[in-house]
């Protein structure tokens, strides 16, 4: 830690309060957040990897529970110290929980071939958690090095590229939900919008995200009775809920952990990139935050990450956990430092108690989806917000990686649900009507990188510093090179790289940009020699 971030952790004599009025909000709002990742995830556990009851409800949960409790409890405290610190009352918490790109990558990539190769979904659960081991250390040692990464990056750039993550993969699915069912998903999302944008209190101060997810269920529940069916309510799905009720505790899982390793080299192919995803994710967060004007240490937040996740690991949870996007969104609404030691509290009963199947028979997924379409909007215009007009061309530019990568995501889902995929249906066929596929392949490609390199070189090459610029397009280059932008997994190929042909764009860009930086130093000194009065010529001593 460096020694501003050790003045910031200085103490005086301030009490701030553990709770205000407005945490309620920020409850609910990132309650209600972290709630559908449980069920999502409680869903891939159940339905797609095929997981025991025993495991999901027994092991699996109390471990995340446990995880979630230290996470957000610890970065109450960090709020705590940071609104004791400067003597200010809107201090607010970062938001942590789940990684919810990760969850389906350690899902997809890594549990179920296991399971499908092994026939033995436990088998499985087991590379997951070696999977989350490797990333707890990639974080806990990366975290002394992000400081400085965030030091020489353009706000901009890590703002930019968290937008795109937000628009992508925060927004669209929720705005999409809202209209599959708008007339849930439209009343909510009005109920929210009035409030957290138009400032409007509701009787008794009652929380907006509590106000929509009631109106929701009482739309949902309305039309179950009248045959209508608008939420997929039904009587026999909350019956069946009842079933996973009990009391379980976390358990030492690390005989699992190391039957595991078994699989290390399936496992780290994606722990390696996706544990710089998660350092560059974690820098992006804290800087939204210190744009709201709260400052946390990067190497205490990124340390944090991967120690928790390697109890939860070592417990047996196969989900790392990370600081969230959305703080300026909770802060917003009124959150400081109390909503985040509660959430952690009330998923401890969730997990320990099995309740989460009856909120998912209770609860219509779309009176949810507003919450997250608002934080989406949120952070998608704070990158525009905080940084100059000028540098709004670098945002869109770093942006557009994640636009490709959804797309991908999007086209092989279709392709899949088919029974095909892209190289079955032919990809100069799909060229052909439009659809570029290899082309969102290879933007898309370790998007968190390729978006933070592309919209830091607009922003230097717009305030024509050359220099940085070329270093940043060098960066991209040896990145590109092994894989870890540009590509869909680490390695150097046939000695030539992952995606040799961008990596040598990459290189050329560079070296172009150094040549401007270059020809603009000396046009400059060349201008600088003939406009100012020549100086006495003294003979040398």
């Known amino acids: 830690m460096n020694a501003a971030e050790e003045g910031d952790m200085a103490t005086t004599t301030t009490s701030p309060k553990l709770w205000t009025p407005g945490d309620w909000n920020a409850l609910f709002g990132f309650g209600t957040n972290i709630l559908v990742n449980l069920l999502v995830l409680t869903g891939l556990l159940q339905f797609v990897l095929k997981m025991p009851p025993a495991i999901v409800f027994g092991r699996i949960l109390p471990a995340l529970g446990l995880m979630m409790l230290l996470s957000t409890g610890y970065y109450a405290w960090l709020a705590w110290k940071l609104a004791k610190a400067t003597g200010r009352d809107d201090v607010c918490a970062l938001p942590s929980g789940i990684s919810v790109p990760h969850m389906f990558v350690v899902t997809f990539v890594i549990m179920l071939p296991i399971a499908g190769m092994t026939g033995d979904p436990i088998k499985g659960w087991e590379a997951g958690l070696v999977w989350v081991f490797f990333q707890s250390f990639i974080l806990m040692l990366g975290g002394f090095i992000a400081p400085y990464i965030r030091k020489i990056t353009p706000r901009a750039a890590l703002l930019g590229t968290l937008a795109g993550v937000s628009i992508a993969f925060i927004s669209m699915r929720p705005a999409l939900e809202i209209f599959l069912t708008p007339a849930i998903g439209l009343t909510c999302l009005a109920i929210i919008l009035v409030s957290w944008f138009g400032g409007i209190r509701y009787p008794k101060g009652i929380p907006a995200g509590l106000v ?5 269920m009482v739309i949902a529940w309305g039309s179950t009775l009248l045959g209508l069916d608008v939420g997929g309510m039904s009587l026999a799905k909350l019956g069946a809920a009842f079933s996973t009720f009990g009391f379980s505790l976390p358990v030492p899982a690390v005989d699992h952990v190391f039957s595991g ?11 390696i990139p996706f544990g710089i995803y998660d350092l560059v994710e974690a820098m992006d967060n804290v800087e939204s935050a210190e744009a709201a004007g709260d400052h946390y240490p990067t190497t205490r937040v990124l340390t944090a990450d991967g120690v928790v996740s390697l109890i939860g690991c070592l417990m047996g949870n196969p989900f790392i956990n990370a600081v969230y996007i959305g703080h300026p969104g909770w802060k917003a609404m009124g959150g400081r430092i ?4 509660a959430t952690g509290l009330i998923v401890v009963v969730l997990c ?3 309740i989460i199947a009856l909120l998912l028979a209770l609860i219509p997924i779309v009176a949810i989806s507003p919450i997250l379409l608002y934080i989406g909007m949120l952070i998608g215009a704070q990158a525009f917000q905080t940084t100059p007009t000028s540098h709004a061309p ?6 557009t990686p994640h636009l490709a990568a959804w797309a991908k995501v999007l086209i092989d889902g279709a392709l899949g649900a088919a029974g095909t995929n892209a190289a079955a249906v032919g990809i100069d066929k799909m060229a052909n009507m439009g659809v ?8 898309g490609g ?3 990188l390729s978006g933070l390199v592309l919209g830091a070189i607009a922003v230097f090459v717009i305030e024509k510093q050359f220099m940085q610029a070329a270093a940043f397009a060098a960066a991209g280059a040896v990145l590109t090179y092994f894989g870890l932008m540009h590509g869909e997994a680490i390695g150097i190929g046939k000695g030539l790289g992952v995606t040799p042909s961008i990596s040598l764009a990459y290189a050329m860009v560079a070296g172009f940009l150094y040549y401007c930086a270059t020809s603009l130093a000396a046009e400059t000194t060349i201008k600088t020699m003939t406009t100012e009065p020549h100086a006495k010529l003294e003979p040398a001593e």
């Open 212 to 216: 929509a997810i009631g109106f929701g």
């Open 261 to 271: 390793f078994s699989y290390l080299g399936i496992i780290l192919v994606t722990a």
């Open 338 to 341: 109390g909503y985040s030691a």
């Open 352 to 354: 320990w108690f099995g």
């Open 394 to 399: 670098a945002i869109v530019l770093a942006i």
């Open 436 to 443: 570029l596929y290899h082309g969102l392949e290879l933007m």
């Open 446 to 448: 370790g998007a968190i």
